[in-house]
């Protein structure tokens, strides 16, 4: 069975950082690009960033130069420590994790940024 278990999700204020981590289980992991998504209210959900099986990365403009994803295969664990943190950050976060077939997806770790 896959799991995807989101947590590092909070309150913060603006200007503040968080580190959000996602541990899978049930799936040959260092195989998987991991992405992390955000959905705010009222909008589409979006991508944020992602790393792939040879840690190359790829971020949302909104994200360049302030969040930071990484991996460790040992944990089966993808990290997005995110700073100089934004009302506009003010999500729900998800993990995505996606290899040939399907992508799997986790619950989900709110995020809010006061101003």
């Known amino acids: 069975q896959v799991r995807l278990v989101e947590s590092g999700g909070g309150l913060v204020q603006a200007g503040g950082s968080l580190r959000l981590s996602c541990a899978a289980s049930g799936i040959t992991f260092s195989s998987y690009t991991i992405a992390w998504y955000r959905q705010a209210p009222g909008k589409q959900r979006e991508l944020v960033a992602s790393i792939n099986r040879s840690t190359s990365t790829n971020y949302a403009d909104s994200a360049k130069g302030r969040f930071t994803i990484s991996r460790d295969n040992a944990k089966s664990t993808v990290y997005l420590q995110m700073n100089s943190l934004k009302p506009e950050d003010t999500a729900v976060y998800y993990c995505?994790?996606?290899?040939?077939?399907?992508?799997?997806w986790g619950q989900g770790t709110q995020v809010t940024v006061s101003s």
């Open positions: 995505n994790a996606q290899w040939l077939s399907a992508p799997y």
